[in-house]
């Protein structure tokens, strides 16, 4: 099972930028045929699904990211990153890592989750 560690969340004002990291402690090349994602849970709400890259890097976004976010790899570091702007208060939850099928369309692991809050 892969473990994956994410970094980088806090308190950010509206219209401010965040970025997030998440680290696959798999090998290299176990990591280069991961797809890979990011989900988020707000409280009350159930979790959905941000952003995911394919093991080719294709990208795929939720209807609600309109072009704020971008997700990327680095195969060599074995990390994945979300990098938010104009965030706003409804972008506040708990974001989650997650490694995925080559494709990214089935989460296989999830991360611990980091807090994200957007204050307006």
């Known amino acids: 099972q892969v473990q994956l560690v994410e970094s980088g969340g ?3 004002q509206a219209g401010g930028s965040m970025a ?6 798999s090998r290299i090349f176990t990591f280069v045929l991961m797809g ?3 989900y988020r849970e707000a409280p009350e709400n159930e979790r959905e ?3 995911t890259i394919t093991a080719g890097g294709i990208t795929n976004y939720a209807d609600f990211v309109q072009g704020r976010f ?3 790899r680095d195969n060599a570091k074995k990390t994945v990153s979300l990098q938010m702007s104009d965030l706003k208060p409804g972008d506040t939850a708990v974001y989650y890592c997650t490694s995925m099928n080559f494709e990214a369309t089935r989460p296989t692991s999830w991360g611990q989750g980091t807090q994200v809050t957007v204050s307006s």
């Open 10 to 12: 806090g308190l950010v």
């Open 20 to 25: 997030l990291s998440c680290a696959a402690s």
């Open 36 to 38: 890979m994602g990011w």
């Open 49 to 51: 699904l941000v952003a």
């Open 70 to 72: 971008t997700i990327s």
